[in-house]
């Protein structure tokens, strides 16, 4: 769940609001505030030296058509 385990800037997140890519309401909808800057998540995970991650994102649009996604070290 992304309300439980990432950090939020002018953002708020709802759970189990969206139909996932299985068909089952368990994919969590993030919605801009009225703030102005920045909106967005972070995730900053512990990475370890050597080791392959894989990461995998399912982003559909609603009210907004842009998202961008960033990875970096």
Request: proline residues 3%; negative net charge; contains cysteine.
């Amino acid at each position: 769940m992304l309300s439980t385990t990432w950090s939020r800037n002018n953002v708020t997140i709802v759970d189990n609001e969206i139909s996932s890519p299985d068909g089952a309401t368990t994919a969590d909808k993030v919605v801009e505030t009225s703030d102005t800057g920045n909106h967005n998540i972070i995730q900053s995970p512990v990475l370890v030296s050597g080791v392959v991650y894989t990461v995998s994102v399912y982003i559909r649009s609603d009210e907004r058509r842009r998202c961008n996604f960033y990875e970096g070290s």
